[in-house]
């Protein structure tokens, strides 16, 4: 599309402007991603520069997710006081801080520092892209719009693969990490040209430039929309994050502290943090498997793609239980790979299916759906603020797994590693069938009326 027709189309309304909004937003995801996929290949050669013992390489490694950490803590509270709006620029500004820090770090507390800034910046980012498009977006669609997050996510980590590709030969890792600036700038630029979340406007009194936004999103039916969302916030005046421990809510929070936690035990991010240190395992040389990551990256997203076409159509749940479900199964056979003796060879080719087909049942079910679940189930004056608690959980969760993987493998061997994963993605299967409610189809407001009734929302 041309710089002229984005233009007429940022002017306009519609299909195509609610589309164009949502892809921009979606960008905090690819900062998500491309963070999170750089470090793979990066680390292979950082190692190389800096005397670390295996604690200080863990450190390195789970630095942003200690800064995502701290980012989702106070980023909901930030959403709700700044707006969504201001806060994706915000959190673009300190993802290009953290990327030119890592850049130039000459020693490794630089480094790690930098890596906390960058946490930093994608813990708003994992709250406030799908937040900012299941507000904006029309509930018939809103599925699909919200899950573009993820689908950045997954291109940005595809992304990172072929930066480091790139760059792997001259083992630059400098400019591996420092190639984050590029995504931030585009993201810092383009939001300004967003407009803010109506349903932020509504609640703060601001009903014209809600109706503005709406006669540009939706194609009928904005005076109806507008009144639904007042009388929610006229329900909601007095409340806040405490409402989250009251009786009508404790479903909403069981529900996204619980795929919050499930959605990283269940390995994920051993994976992807990791994938080019257990592709050499498998025999392939360094520069391979830094290469061999691109396929497991392009599953990724083709993958994600296929959720983004089915999640308005089959449901939450119904992709919950199937990813979660497949996960289950390949972790299952990836430590039986592991565990056989003579392991290389045939085998090894086992494993990278496996690790593929792992991520791809992720990227059909957790991946894109928690994301979706936690940005529909929360009512609105607290949405942000609910989002920061599990979003905390969430990369705490991610610490724990990124940190603890190399100890795990090295203390129980990796095959109980894999089949640990297993039993927790076994557990998570229970957990998606007993609790997780279906949103497909409801507006946001309809969902908060059937928990404030108890109604249940099981297909």
């Not at 520092?113 to 937040?131: K, T």
């Amino acid at each position: 599309m041309s710089t002229e027709n984005i233009r007429d189309v940022m002017r306009g309304g519609g299909d195509r402007f609610i589309y164009v909004v949502s892809a921009m937003a979606a960008l905090n995801g690819l900062l998500f991603g491309f963070d999170t996929g750089i470090i793979s290949g990066a680390f292979l050669f950082i190692q190389d520069s800096f005397v670390m013992s295996p604690f200080v390489e863990g450190v390195i490694v789970s630095g942003a997710m200690a800064g995502a950490a701290a980012g989702a803590a106070i980023g909901g509270q930030l959403a709700d006081r700044l707006g969504r709006r201001r806060l994706i620029f915000l959190a673009a500004i300190v993802f290009f801080v953290g990327s030119f820090t890592m850049a130039v770090a000459p020693n490794v507390p630089i480094l790690v520092a930098g890596r906390l800034i960058d946490g930093v910046a994608i813990g708003f980012a994992s709250i406030v892209g799908p937040l900012y498009i299941s507000e904006i977006a029309p509930p018939e669609i809103r599925g699909g719009l919200t899950s573009l997050n993820q689908l950045m996510v997954t291109l940005g980590i595809l992304i990172s693969y072929f930066v480091n590709f790139a760059f792997a030969d001259a083992g630059a890792w400098r400019w591996m990490l420092g190639a984050g600036m590029v995504p931030a700038v585009i993201l810092a630029v383009g939001i300004l040209k967003m407009p803010e979340s109506p349903r932020w406007l509504l609640e703060k009194g601001r009903t014209e430039e809600a109706r503005a936004v709406l006669n540009r999103t939706r194609s009928e039916g904005v005076e109806e929309e507008i009144a639904e969302i007042e009388e929610t916030v006229d329900k909601q005046s007095d409340s806040g994050l405490r409402d989250l421990l009251q009786p009508w809510l404790r479903p909403a929070l069981v529900v996204g502290l619980g795929l919050a936690v499930f959605q990283q035990i269940t390995g994920i991010n051993a994976v992807i943090y990791y994938a080019p240190t257990i592709l050499e395992s498998t025999g392939f040389g360094g520069v391979t498997s830094i290469l061999a990551t691109v396929g497991i990256g392009a599953i990724n997203v083709i993958m994600t793609v296929v959720a983004i076409a089915l999640v308005d159509r089959v449901g939450r749940r119904k992709l919950l239980l199937v990813g979660v479900g497949g996960m289950v199964a390949t972790l299952a056979v990836l430590g039986t790979v592991f565990y056989l003796p003579g392991f290389g060879g045939f085998l090894g080719i086992i494993a990278t299916a496996s690790l593929m087909l792992f991520v791809s049942f992720f990227a059909i079910g957790l991946g894109p759906v928690f994301w979706l679940l936690i940005s529909e189930i929360y009512p609105l004056s607290v949405r942000g603020s609910a989002m920061g608690v599990v979003t905390v959980a969430n990369w705490g969760a991610n610490l724990l797994v990124s940190l603890l993987f190399p100890v795990l493998t090295a203390g129980i061997g990796t095959p109980s590693t894999f089949w640990l994963f297993g039993l927790c993605s076994l557990v998570g299967l229970v957990f998606v069938y007993r609790f997780v409610p279906e949103t497909k189809g409801r507006t946001l407001e309809a969902i908060e009326d059937d928990l404030r009734q108890n109604i249940s929302m099981m297909d």
